[in-house]
Nanobody, 122 residues
């Protein structure tokens, strides 16, 4: 089970940190990721991190502004979002997969959280 939190309403240029706590079958997790879905748009990949290693992978649209990290002791993954823009407004979902490779493919993720809304005003 994945529980996302930390969303809210911020102004352009502000920062926000999302959290995703994993529970249950965490031993089967190899990759955790964040996706987002803006109103009227398809869900898109944001960032991924290796649960057992140091690898990370970012979408070009967030590279240099967002940072994904983890705390395995807390079974939690974070998404630090800096220099937020109105186009970052979306529901953000955390996801996990049992496969070992970092991938932006939505279909490759086995577990999904409920989403947390981030709204960035201009």
């Amino acid at each position: 089970q994945l529980q996302a939190s930390g969303g809210g309403l911020v102004q352009a240029g502000d920062s926000l940190r999302l959290s995703c706590a994993a529970s249950g079958r965490t031993l089967s997790i190899y990759v955790m990721a964040w996706f987002r879905q803006a109103p009227g748009k398809e869900r898109e990949f944001v960032a991924a991190i290796s649960w057992r290693g140091a690898s990370t992978y970012y979408a070009d649209s967030v590279k240099g502004r967002f940072t994904i990290s983890k705390d395995r002791a807390k079974n939690t993954v974070y998404l630090q979002m800096n220099s937020l823009k109105p186009e970052d407004t979306a529901v953000y979902y955390c996801a996990a997969r049992s496969g070992q490779f970092l991938t932006p493919s939505i279909k490759s993720y086995d577990y999904w959280g409920q989403g947390t809304l981030v709204t960035v005003s201009s």
